[in-house]
């Protein structure tokens, strides 16, 4: 998940690489979405995960260099050719775009330069959109995206009381579920019922789940067991360079391949 649009910004981010991070199905363990992460909020965020802040979304801040979407669409054109099924690549806006009123027109042209269809894009909102009405430019931009065929996402689903509202008049696509809950979750009985009563809000909008920052493997065990879609986080995988993507892709699916010929190809 990532932050700057803007072509004209300096190239500052060449020295704060990009790096991948998968998101994977819970249902067939498929990757079905990435997240392109500045290698300098991984360095931030590790050593202080008991802040709550999630490796799969943006710190929402425009206080540092920001990767622009034309360096990681670049990047990412590469990533469905090792992959079975289709990925998206997961775009955070920043607060500061929610009044860009060329937001639309910088979308659609990266898309056609690159040749590539929207609906490998998805365009996530930032959370504190959870807390508040959201503006007219907001509104506009999600019915032209709809428009054009690119999909939506709502960061911080469950952390404010403008979650269900949003979702609900503006078509959201998927939710991501604020990490506060999740981290920890599977040795809590308390955010267990929390998690399961976010996820029913989210089934009866219609709208796909995302859990980011699942740091262990019982936090996995939990969230795929109460029926969220998809997962992300480091317990998950790792961000990684672009690089090592393709590797880690064939590793993945030889993985899958591997299950079913071990466990009698139970379905």
């Known amino acids: 998940m990532i932050n700057s649009i803007s072509r004209s910004r300096p190239a500052r981010h060449q020295h704060d690489p990009m790096l991948f991070q998968p998101q994977i199905s819970t249902h067939s363990g498929e990757v079905s979405g990435f997240c392109a992460i500045r290698a300098s909020c991984v360095d931030s965020i590790i050593p202080h995960q008991q802040h709550g802040t999630s490796m799969g979304a943006p710190s929402e801040t425009d206080s540092e260099p920001l990767l622009s979407l034309s360096t990681i669409l670049l990047e990412a054109k590469k990533l469905p050719r090792t992959c079975r099924s289709s990925v998206q690549i997961i775009y955070n806006l920043a607060p500061s ?16 330069r690159l040749d590539l269809p929207p609906r490998f894009l998805r365009i996530a909102l ?5 807390q508040r009405q959201p503006g007219r430019p907001v509104i506009m931009l999600l019915r032209k995206l709809h428009e054009l065929g690119s999909q939506t996402g709502l960061n911080g689903f469950g952390s404010g009381p403008r979650c269900v509202e949003i979702v609900q008049r503006y078509g959201i696509n998927v939710v991501a579920i604020d990490p506060s809950l999740t981290n920890g979750a599977n040795l809590s009985t308390n955010r267990r019922l929390i998690l399961s009563t976010v996820l029913a809000m989210a089934q009866d909008l219609g709208t796909e789940t995302l859990a980011c920052d699942v740091q262990t493997s019982g ?17 998950i995988a790792q ?19 591997y299950l079913p010929r071990a466990f009698g190809d139970i379905a």
Request: proline letters at 11%; charged letters at 25%; hydrophobic letters at 35%.
């Open 219 to 235: 936090e996995h065990e939990l969230l795929s067991q109460l029926g969220y879609d998809n997962v992300q986080g480091p317990g």
């Open 239 to 257: 961000p990684m360079p672009p690089e090592q993507v393709v590797g880690w892709m064939h590793t993945h699916i030889e993985k899958l391949d």
């Open 97 to 112: 775009q929610m009044d860009d009123p060329l937001l639309l027109q910088k979308v659609e042209w990266e898309l056609e």
């Open 126 to 130: 930032p959370s504190y959109l959870c």
